[in-house]
């Protein structure tokens, strides 16, 4: 009981710092002009795992929908000129890795309030509150949830973006054996859990939460569901069976 008293005056902690910090009103604003920017058009989020090798980037290109990158997808592009509208991060880890390329991206980035000052030095990176409430946030413009993964976060900024037609693409659900859930520890060698052998080779990362990641992911269904949405799993394999399948050819055409 002690501990979620705790862990209830550190989230209202946080809150009541965000509130205040100067960041905070000019990216509420920035975040304000997005609401419902892409109603009526379908997404698709590129989540990171080893299947998405096996996705055809020149049917993305060609399609008239929105795509969301997750965390190192910039690590794609020295194989493919295709590149996302969005990126989001939230893991303190990929935030440090990775922040000279989120400095300087074209690329219209949402990143977790605790990234690194200077990354929003970049007029293309907007500054998010993500909390750890268990929830589905419909105003990103104030907070999101995490819920022990990246893909719930963009499935909430789509969602506030008006999209209802949302698809995930090379989530693998997979991470092999782990030592434990939420866990900070070195990847050591090859990375073979994600697109790229050199994603978490030889750094820190935070071990995956299956469950609570599943968990989620039903909030976004119900969530998106209660809006008259759907959300897809086009995926090739994987072990995410919560969304039904459905090849990305057909979400594209229809």
């Not at 569901?225 to 057909?250: H, K, Q």
Request: aromatic residues 12%; hydrophobic residues 35%.
């Amino acid at each position: 009981m002690r501990s979620l008293y705790r862990s209830g005056f550190s989230l209202i902690a946080k809150s009541v710092l965000w509130d205040c910090d100067p960041r905070h009103f000019r990216h509420k604003r920035e975040l304000r002009n997005i609401y419902n920017r892409h109603a009526g058009k379908k997404g698709v989020i590129l989540c990171n795992g080893p299947s998405l090798n096996l996705v055809d980037f020149d049917l993305l290109d060609r399609a008239d929908c929105i795509i969301f990158g997750l965390n190192k997808i910039n690590l794609l592009f020295e194989r493919t000129n295709f590149r996302p509208d969005y990126i989001t991060a939230i893991n303190r880890n990929v935030l440090q890795q990775n922040q000279e390329f989120y400095k300087t991206t074209d690329i219209e980035c949402f990143l977790s309030s605790s990234a690194p000052s200077s990354v929003f030095k970049n007029p293309r990176a907007h500054s998010i509150f993500a909390s750890s409430f268990r929830g589905f946030s419909f105003n990103c413009d104030r907070y999101v949830c995490q819920g022990n993964t990246v893909t719930f976060v963009a499935m909430q900024l789509a969602h506030f973006m008006g999209i209802r037609e949302l698809a995930v693409v090379g989530c693998d659900h997979n991470f092999g054996v782990v030592s434990g859930r939420n866990k900070s520890e070195i990847k050591a060698g090859d990375d073979l859990h994600h697109f790229s052998k050199d994603y978490f080779k030889d750094v820190t990362w935070d071990t995956p939460d299956i469950v609570e990641s599943e968990c989620s992911y039903l909030r976004a269904q119900a969530a998106y569901a209660e809006s008259g949405g759907i959300i897809s799993n086009c995926t090739v394999g994987g072990r995410l069976e919560i969304f039904n399948r459905r090849p990305l050819e057909d979400f594209l055409s229809v």
